[in-house]
């Protein structure tokens, strides 16, 4: 590394980082997807197969598999996780006073 480079700590949330709009909303988008292709990928599904079960073409499959935010709604998403019998739970809480703002968070659950 040259004595010029300068090197920034990130936010968490690489949107917020670069400046996207609504960057919470987009990182939530991003860790659904990046969730409902690993659930593929441990299924061993091929993207023919994966079309078959989640009623999209393969194309939008590949669409999918390759982080394309732009193609996919969040409630698409949940329809997509709901059709590889995952539950979606929706929880909504008022903000409390150590949070600044109210935000929108994603949370994982460990499967059995």
């Known amino acids: ?22 960057p919470e909303r ?12 690993e659930i593929i990928r441990d299924r ?3 993207q023919q197969k994966a079309s078959k079960l989640l009623g999209i ?13 732009s193609m996919f709604s969040l409630d698409h998403l949940f329809a997509l996780l709901n059709a ?6 929706i929880i909504i809480r008022p903000r409390t006073r150590e949070e600044r703002v109210a935000a929108t968070h994603v949370f994982l659950a460990i499967a059995p």
């Open 84 to 89: 590889l019998d995952r539950e979606v739970e």
């Open 26 to 37: 987009v990182q939530a988008r991003a860790q659904i997807m990046s969730r409902i292709a």
């Open 1 to 22: 590394m040259s004595a010029k480079e300068k090197i920034e700590r990130g936010s968490g949330n690489v949107f917020a980082d670069i400046g996207v709009a609504y």
């Open 44 to 46: 061993k599904l091929t």
């Open 57 to 69: 073409p393969q194309s939008k499959v590949s669409c999918l598999m390759n982080g394309k935010l």
